[in-house]
């Protein structure tokens, strides 16, 4: 995807296109654990869309845009104002949370697999579940924030349609996730 991304930057297309291929790419260098490109990405990314107040290429991002904007938000002098940043992160998590809960939604009305598929942290996060420990534990054990252990438990819940941990660690060995 950065081939591409970094292929299509000659192009002269659509001012929105533009910002979405450079968001895409910061929240690509950021999975790749490449902060510095990312951040940089993102200030590129936050000038064009900026005179034209475009931020829908951000949040259609989702979680990817979620974890960038909160790191750039620890950032010190970071160029970006933090009210943006913020809208960025909160926005950009609650669409990944109605898109989840949106693809469930269609998935079980139309009676489509029931594969989930949990992130690597999710399914550590279940397991830890699973074996009692308090969102405290699981976040000391993960090296995680309290919140983001809270944030990754909501999601593992949509992903398997429930509302507790005790329906959540049932659907999961039922599903033999766990």
């Avoid at 139309?110 to 690597?120: I, S």
């Avoid at 397991?127 to 009692?132: A, F, R, S, T, V």
């Avoid at 959540?168 to 060995?173: N, S």
Wanted: net charge positive; with cysteine.
């Amino acid at each position: 995807l950065l081939a591409v991304l970094e292929n299509s930057k000659d192009a002269h297309g659509i001012l929105y296109g533009q910002v979405e291929n450079m968001a895409m790419e910061a929240a690509c260098k950021y999975q790749l654990r490449d902060r510095e490109g990312a951040l940089q990405a993102l200030c590129e990314a936050y000038r064009l869309a900026e005179p034209n107040a475009l931020i829908m290429p951000f949040i259609y991002l989702g979680t990817g845009m979620r974890t960038l904007s909160a790191a750039a938000l620890k950032e010190k002098d970071f160029p970006i104002p933090k009210p943006w940043l913020e809208n960025i992160k909160r926005r950009s998590a609650t669409y990944a949370k109605r898109r989840a809960f949106v693809e469930q939604a269609y998935r079980k009305e139309y009676n489509l697999g029931e594969a989930v598929q949990l992130a690597d942290r999710e399914a550590a996060v279940l397991k830890d579940l699973y074996h009692g420990l308090s969102r405290t534990e699981i976040a000391a054990a993960n090296g995680l924030s309290i919140n983001t252990v809270k944030s990754m438990i909501s999601m593992i819940y949509t992903k398997l349609g429930v509302e507790n941990n005790l329906d959540a660690i049932r659907v999961a060995m039922d599903r033999r996730l766990i």
